[in-house]
């Protein structure tokens, strides 16, 4: 099993930047990419961002690319989703997922094993 834990959200004004967090535990050595998604009041759960935690290579949502960035840090077994520019459509519930297998279709949800318990990202107008 892989524990997720995010941490970084918050309030913040439109325009403004956040840095989220999500440090993995357990066996981790299993994990073969993480991602991020984010889910609306009353809207599906979309992808958002996902990397492959050995080679680094990222995938974006259209509405994200050139304004966040995902990335990870293996010696502290985290990923980081940093949210520049940021909307106020964009306020939501956070969530780290990560899954143990190759994906072609990495922007789908039900690709992850793991998810971790979100985290709430408010963008105020």
């Known amino acids: 099993q892989v524990q997720l834990v995010e941490s970084g959200g918050g309030l913040v004004q439109a325009g403004g930047s956040l840095r989220l967090s999500c440090a993995a535990s357990?066996?981790?050595?299993?994990?073969?990419?993480m991602g991020w998604f984010r889910q609306a009041p009353g809207k599906e759960r979309e992808f958002v961002a996902a990397?492959?935690?050995?080679?680094?290579?990222?995938t974006y949502a259209d509405s994200v690319k050139g304004r966040f960035t995902i990335s990870r840090d293996h010696a502290k077994n985290t990923e980081y989703l940093q949210m520049n520019s940021l909307k106020p459509e964009e306020t939501g519930v956070y969530y780290c997922?990560?899954?143990?297998?190759?994906?072609?279709?990495?922007?789908?949800?039900?690709?992850?094993?793991?998810w971790g318990q979100g985290t709430q990202v408010t963008v105020s107008s």
């Open positions: 997922a990560a899954r143990a297998n190759p994906s072609r279709k990495p922007i789908m949800a039900v690709e992850y094993d793991y």
């Open positions: 990397i492959s935690w050995t080679l680094g290579t990222t």
């Open positions: 357990g066996r981790t050595f299993s994990i073969y990419a």
